[in-house]
């Protein structure tokens, strides 16, 4: 599916993704993680990716090998430079009073690997988690 | 478009906020305008009803880590009650049961503000 990038969109799309995990056998608790693993991508994108332009489009798609299940959520943004990561000190983002800043960690906990790639001006994030 | 209200309620200096639906990046700016409201309304104690809550991401979380220290530093917390479990399991992830008073109950939270010797 595709969506204009916008937060109004986030329940539309996690909702979509966690039926297709429901329907691919996974437990409430995994089709859970997977919900809020799609959207910690999506809202990343929105922010970072294409910086709250409603105009720019997001690419979701779903699908699954003999063991695993994947998203995929592509964009034609800035990319994500996953070198740049580190692991969040919430405490201390606490104390500083940053508001979040914890999405791609979240992602990394929930789900069993995560590829980031870019190609033709396509990012893409590729959330796999074991069937 | 995610659904999200809150409901707002008072028990003597204790503001409650009622959280209701789906907390994602589209929604938490409504619980944002409500926190800073008390806060400039000077109204410090704050609990915080996830019984009704769906669903967080971080965007939600994100609202709770801006503004506990400005609360703490004038006297004031933010305690969190009645959390589903798919709600907590986030929370749990990212530390905050070591950084946030997250209680069962709001009674038990109202009392810890009205009587914060006894809780210790």
Redesign the interface.
């Given at each position: 599916m595709d969506v204009a990038a916008s937060t109004g969109n986030l329940q539309s799309v996690r909702d979509f993704v966690a039926n297709h995990a429901r329907n691919h056998g996974f437990s409430g608790q995994d089709t859970e993680e997977i919900r809020l693993a799609v959207d910690e991508a999506m809202t990343n994108i929105i922010k970072h990716a294409y910086g709250y332009d409603e105009s720019k489009k997001i690419y979701i798609s779903v699908g699954s090998d003999d063991d695993t299940f994947w998203v995929a959520i592509q964009d034609t943004g800035h990319a994500f430079d996953i070198s740049t990561y580190t692991t969040p000190d919430v405490p201390e983002r606490v104390k500083q009073r940053q508001k979040g800043g914890v999405g791609v960690y979240l992602i990394k906990r929930l789900m069993d690997k995560v590829e980031y790639s870019t190609r033709n001006e396509h990012n893409e994030i590729k959330m796999i988690k074991k069937l | 478009?995610?659904?999200f209200d809150i409901y707002k309620r008072q028990h003597q200096s204790v503001e409650i906020l009622e959280l209701n639906g789906?907390l994602?990046?589209?929604t938490a700016p409504v619980l944002e305008q409500h926190i800073t409201k008390l806060i400039e309304s000077e109204k410090y104690q704050i609990v915080v009803n996830f019984s009704s809550l769906e669903?967080i991401?971080?965007?939600g979380?994100?609202?709770f880590?801006?503004?506990?220290?400005?609360l703490r530093e004038r006297g004031g917390d933010i305690k969190l009650t009645n959390m589903k479990e798919?709600v907590y399991?986030?929370f749990d992830?990212?530390?905050?049961p070591?950084?946030y008073d997250i209680l069962d109950e709001e009674s038990q939270a109202i009392k810890r503000f009205q009587n914060p010797s006894e809780s210790e």
């Open positions: - | 478009m995610s659904q789906e994602d990046a589209h669903y991401s971080s965007a979380l994100g609202v880590m801006a503004y506990i220290e400005d798919n399991n986030v992830l990212l530390g905050f070591t950084l």
